[in-house]
């Protein structure tokens, strides 16, 4: 675009600035280690704002249930006894769905490695495309 360039201002309310938030009270325990595993990163990569707290939130309660489930399984098996027969432990299918839920969260909240893209690569990582094999 042609021409001067319009003055930018900051808005209000956007990243919070200062301290990362600790996790809220309520948290599992599970859920409060992965709070704060990621949020000092959301943070410090301004992604943490007042609209991704509960999203945030959420990722650790489903985060923290896979790892209880794991626990409940690593303890009790992971096939139980029923009358019909060994059967998958009940905390499977529900350990599966918090997977799931997480990584949807996670993807959400850039955590994963795909969403935060080429950031911090330097020009010599990201290379033009062509790898130098392909054209020997």
């Not at 600035?17 to 301004?46: M, N, Q, V």
């Amino acid at each position: 675009m042609k021409g001067r360039k319009p003055n930018l201002q900051v808005i209000e309310g956007g990243a919070a600035p200062g301290r990362c938030p600790s996790p809220p009270s309520w948290l599992t325990t599970h859920a409060k280690r992965e709070w704060k595993r990621s949020a000092p990163e959301l943070h410090r990569r301004k992604l943490l704002t007042a609209d991704t707290m509960a999203t945030l939130e959420s990722y650790c309660v489903a985060a923290g249930q896979v790892r209880e489930f794991e626990e409940m399984m690593g303890a009790e098996g992971r096939m139980v006894s029923t009358e019909n027969g060994p059967k998958p432990h009940p905390a499977f299918k529900m350990q599966q769905a918090a997977m799931r839920e997480a990584r949807l969260l996670a993807a959400e909240l850039a955590l994963t490695p795909h969403r935060q893209g080429t950031k911090g690569k330097t020009e010599e990582d990201k290379g033009n495309g062509w790898d130098s094999d392909f054209l020997a």
